[in-house]
């Protein structure tokens, strides 16, 4: 991960669809050269109450991009250049 993250998933621990998202947004991000971090909202009671029931969230350049599944495709053109 580089230090500027486009990408931030937003996950709880225990979520079996946060690990299939972190897998997703992994291998897009290492393949196109873009930074991504992971935040567990169990540690920030707004971020729980706003997000809890669509984790995990995948958030671009600050803005909801998904919620539940990530579509890797969907992502890659969202941060690839148009």
Request: hydrophobic content about 35%; overall charge negative.
């Amino acid at each position: 991960m580089t230090e500027t993250a486009r990408v931030v998933l937003l996950s709880r621990p225990g979520c079996h669809l946060c690990d299939d998202a972190r897998q997703v947004i992994a291998g897009v991000c290492e393949e196109l050269g873009v930074g991504w971090s992971e935040v567990d909202i169990t540690q920030d009671a707004d971020l729980e109450r706003r997000y809890g029931e669509q984790i995990p969230v995948t958030m671009v350049d600050g803005r909801q991009h998904d919620f539940w599944r990530v579509d890797g495709d969907r992502l890659r053109k969202a941060l690839t250049p148009a």
